[in-house]
Every structure is written in C-alpha cells, then in structure tokens.
C-alpha cells in the first residue's frame, strides 16, 4: 500500500511540474492566431459610412421617416397615434422615437471611437481628422434630435465608464466647433490617407478640409438665435466662410451606391423606404405604413411650377408610376384612416428616391450656398445674398440628375423656376429668411433630421400644425425627441440631472438653440 500511495504522489507531482512548465505557453494557447491585435481602422471607417448613414435597423425609418419628416410635413402617415402614426400625430412612442439614440452610440459612434483610438500615431494624421469630422457630424445630429445628451464621456466603456453624464447642448456646440476646426487644421497632404476606404472622397483632403467649414457653418447657423459667450455665431460664420466651404457641385458629399448584390451596396434611403413602406407589389394601393407625401409639401410644388414634382413623386395610374404634375395629390397630416383610392396619392417616384443604385447626399452646394445667402443677408460677409440664393436653388435642381435620368430636369426649367423664384432683396429680413429656408426645405427633401433642424432654428416654411385628439403637444409641431426609457434606468442620475437642467422629457420642450 505505501509502494502504491508513492506512486500515485509521484505522479501527481509530476502532473503539477508539467503545468507549471506549460504555464509560460498558456497565454500563446489562448490567442486567435487568425484575428488581428490591432484593429483595420480603414476597414472600420468604411462601416462607419454605411452605418452613420443607415444602419439596417430601421434607423432611419423610424427617426427621419416616421417622425423628423412627418413634423415638418414632407410626408403624412394615415395611421392612428398608435405606432407609426406617433410622428404624424405628435404622439410619443418609446420604440421609435428613441431608437437613433440607442444604436448610434452603440454601432457607429463607438466604432468611431475605435477608430481614433486607433489612429494617434502621427502618420495617421489625416484619417484621424477625417474621422474627427465624420463624428462630429454624427454627434450634431444626435444632439439636435434630443438637446443635452452625453458626449465628454460618451463610448468610454473600455474605461469602465457607463453611466455617462449628459452634457449641455451649449457646450456639445462648442465642443463640435472646436473639434472641427483642429481636425481641419491637422491635415498633412504627406501623410496617408483612407483612399478606397473613403466612400465620400477618396481621401482628398482639399475636400475633406471644405467638408470641414461646411460642417463649421451649419453648426454655427444652427446657434443664430442662442445667446451665448461659448458659441458666438457670427464669429464662427465668418470663420468657415474664409475657409471655403462646398459650393460647387464637384465638392458634394456623396456616397455612393448600388443596387446590390449585399444591402449594404444599396441605398439606405431607398431600402427603407421600400422595405418597410412602399413595397413595389403595393403599386400605391396598400403601402405598410399608408405612407405618402403630405398635402403642404405636393401643394407648394404644384403652386410654384416647380419642375422636381415629377423627379420626386408619382401617384399610380392603372398600375403603372404617373409622374403628370396635374395628377399630383398629397395626403394631409393628421389622416388616421386609409383615403380612397390611395394610388391615387404622390409617393416618392420608384426610378429616383425608391432606386436602389441612387445617391445618398450627405452635404451639398445646395444647403451651403442657401446658408451664405443668410449669411450676407446678416451683413456677416460681403457675399451678394441674391446671387447666392439662386446658386442655392439652381444646385438644388441640378443635383437630381446624380439620380440618373429620371431626376435630370432640363436647364431652360431650371432657369426659369430660377428667375420666377428669384430672392426679393427689398423685403423685410423675416420676408426673406422665408424665402431662403422655404427653398432649403424643399432642397433637403430626404436629409429630414437636418430639414427639420433648420425648421426648428428659422421656422420657415410656416407650417400649420394638426391638432389630431390625444395628441401630447396641445396642437403644436414637436421639437424634440424624448430620451429613452431604458436610458432612464439605466443612467437615471444623469439623466435626471439632463431634465433638471434642459426641461421637462417632453416633445415640447425647447433646447439650448432652440429657446
């Protein structure tokens, strides 16, 4: 019995001694030979594209579609406030309305900040800025949607920080300004750039750099009517002007697509809309969300001969897409009942907007040469405000053609919508900051977060607001988002501290631009 228990200490001695000598390997055993220790920051800022565009979670159906569209009456939804009505009807709906809160963080924004964790060293200067800039566009969208939200401490979970505090807009804003200008600055036309990866630019700086005071002017025009000492304007204005900003159509931020073979080759807008709407086999008769262009949107078209009524809608005929100007009929907002003869109701046009392979357009010369022409009609530059407002409506014509064919409008057309529509410089101030963002919001047909910012900010067009029954707002346009639930939950304190400061979680609440 000893002879056995000697041996059997033996061989566990011996079993211990081998894995203690094993110990040094163990690590090299737990290591994915076919993963990378450093993350493809090119590979990842092509995702972050595509994602900042549309994440294929209904994104932007829900945010853009359903609720910043339907505000601003570009489109009307005939459903009851329940659900996907909620937007058309000034509703509140949890789902929906907090859901670009929820995934922007959690998808784009924190591959985002993979990204620039991942790009300090110096011969990543210029894909550093470029993400810099691709994030602050990114991050202004998700403040103007629902005001203090976090951003100091946002995606900083590797350093054990999820509870982030809700900063005050007035400091995101200047926060986003300064960001801007450094990443713009930083450029190095020596240094590498994301080439390929960059689906916008392909890396040229020179345009990066004008997407840049692009980006710098519509912050700073975001701020015409806060008072502030952080964020002053005019100051800002001026500054993106001296820079240079897109004006030509050569420099638009586009990406571009195509119709597959994966649906992230498609149009986000496009496979939303089609997805989750008008699906084709529908022919306008039984769309998903009974969704069509609203009744103030075809109707101003119509009134002005505008020549992008039949590049933008069509209702159908016989079971085949009409684009004849006379047939054109919105739905009014605030419909909660499936009309009539429903294909006879404008829908976005299935060869332009519902394309597959068309265009996505980030910024253009259209929405920047409208913001000079305030920018003059201030006296904040020497720029000739009449001349830059038809250069804003001419480029807002001419860019349907990136939509092929179908969206090509015949210049005589534009020439003479040009001059019917011309800029009256001898009318009041309000008179004509009418003027200029009543074309803005015809030209940012399909950007509605950014459309229904500057409505917000202007209040041009004058809308008239629906006054559906049960509806939270007392008859007035929402002008804001809620914060999710989950978040209030989850990070109850800051969010507490956030509605203390900003107001009450409510649609009507105003935010720091926005008072």
Known sequence: MQRIARYKFILLLGAVLGLASCDKDFEALNVNPNASEKPNIDLLFTQSLLKGNLPLDRAYFFTSYLHSGTYIQHYAIAKEMAGSGAGDKYSVNDF???????????????????????????????????????????????????????????????????????????????????????????????????????????????????????????????????????????????????????????????????????????????????????????????????????????????????????????????????????????????????????????????????????PLLVMTNAEMNLLLSEVALRGWSSGDKVQLYANGVTAALRNWSLFGAAGTIAPERISQYVADNALNPGGSFDAQMEQIHTQFWVALLLDEQEAYANWRRTGYPVLVPVNYTGNVTGGTIPRRLPYSQTEQGINGANYNDAVKRQGPDLLTTRMWWDK
């Open 96 to 358: 929906y309305q907090s859901f670009y809160y929820r995934n922007i963080y959690t998808n784009t924004m924190t591959t985002l900040a993979e990204i620039i964790e991942a790009a300090q060293a110096p011969e990543n200067v210029n894909k550093l800025a470029v993400a810099r800039l691709w994030k602050v566009l990114l991050m202004q969208r998700i403040t103007d949607l629902y005001g203090d939200v976090p951003y100091s401490e946002a995606t900083r979970g590797k350093s054990n920080l999820f509870q982030p505090k809700y900063d005050p807009q007035e400091d995101i804003y200047a926060g986003l300004l300064k960001e801007t200008e450094d990443a713009i600055k930083s450029f190095d036309a020596s240094k590498a750039t994301f080439g390929n990866a960059d689906l916008i630019y392909k890396g040229n700086i020179a345009q990066w750099k004008k997407f840049g005071y692009s980006l710098m002017l519509r912050l700073a025009m975001r701020t015409t009517r806060a008072t502030s000492t952080k964020v002053i304007a005019k100051d800002w204005a001026q500054k993106a002007v001296a820079g240079g900003v897109i004006t030509d159509a050569a420099d638009n931020a586009v990406v571009r697509y195509s119709n597959g073979p994966q649906t992230y080759n498609n149009n986000p807008i496009a496979f939303e809309l089609v997805n989750q709407d008008y699906v084709p086999t529908s022919k306008g008769a039984s769309n998903q969300e009974w969704g069509k262009f609203s009744k103030t949107f075809i109707d101003f078209l119509k009134n002005h001969n505008d020549p992008r009524l039949g590049v933008v809608s069509v209702v159908w005929t016989n079971g085949s897409p009409d684009t004849t100007a006379a047939l054109q009929k919105g739905m009014a907002n605030g419909t909660d009942v499936k009309p009539a003869n429903p294909a006879s109701y404008s829908e976005p046009n299935p060869a332009t907007i519902l394309n597959y392979a068309s």
